[in-house]
């Protein structure tokens, strides 16, 4: 089965600066997706960045950018130009290519120090 | 326009009794999830419903847990004789099209029904 594992459970970064949120995955499939989801006190999951396993490029979306080493199964979140609105829970998922279910990490909890 | 809702938002219940949580989807969402989260952890996956097809119920943990939909529309899911192990948010999901394809359809998230079994 696969496993997503995240051994931060809490971070902290300071306003402005970047922040880097690991994770690690297990999984038998060459091909698949890979996300970082937020998820404030709303508790509403807000996609943040998708990464396919295809794609040697990593993603980036605004201040949001991934380090995807797919032979080393690791699928890190980089936090650029920290906002006192990043503070939140963020979950690594997986998903394979023809999957229906999507496999959660345990979440990092991150905070924001103005 | 709206997104997904779920109804109740906050829920407390005495173990052995019956809990009905309801998902209205995004109009024109083919996809439908339902997940538990647990406190401090990750999702679980519970169901998963397509359009007609047979829902992929191989995340229910245990034969008190189902779930409804009736084609696009509302889905439903009971829990009978609730234990103190359900006590969880409960997250829908739905989203435009096929999940188990090489396309992704985004996930569009409900705010969750928080349930308390006492």
């Known amino acids: 089965a696969q496993t997503v594992t995240q051994s931060q459970p809490e971070m902290s970064v300071q306003e402005a600066e970047t922040v880097t949120l690991s994770c690690t995955y297990d999984t038998s499939e060459s091909d698949y997706y890979l996300f970082w989801y937020k998820q404030p006190p709303s508790r509403q999951m807000i996609l943040v960045i998708r990464?396919?396993?295809?794609?040697?490029q990593n993603a980036t979306e605004n201040r949001f950018s991934v380090n995807f080493q797919k032979a080393a199964k690791s699928f890190s979140l980089k936090i650029s130009d920290s906002q006192l609105g990043d503070a939140a829970m963020y979950f690594c998922a997986y998903r394979a290519f023809t999957g229906n279910q999507f496999y959660f990490g345990t979440g990092t909890s991150l905070t924001v120090i103005p | 326009g709206a997104g997904v809702s779920q109804s109740p938002s906050n829920k407390v219940t005495e173990k052995g009794k019956d809990v009905e949580l309801r998902c209205d989807p995004i109009?024109?969402?083919?996809?439908l999830y339902w997940y538990r989260q647990r406190l401090g952890q990750g999702l679980e996956f519970l169901i998963y419903f397509q359009g007609n097809s047979a829902p992929d119920k191989s995340g229910l943990p245990s034969d008190r847990f189902s779930a409804e939909r009736t084609g696009e529309s509302v889905s439903t899911l009971t829990i009978q004789r609730t234990q103190q192990e359900d006590s969880a948010v409960y997250l829908c999901?739905?989203?435009?099209?096929?999940?188990?394809?090489?396309?992704?359809?985004?996930?569009?998230f409900g705010p969750g029904t928080r349930l308390t079994v006492t």
């Open positions: 109009s024109g969402h083919t996809a």
């Open positions: 990464q396919e396993a295809y794609k040697q």
């Open positions: 999901a739905s989203s435009t099209g096929l999940a188990g394809t090489t396309t992704y359809y985004e996930q569009y």
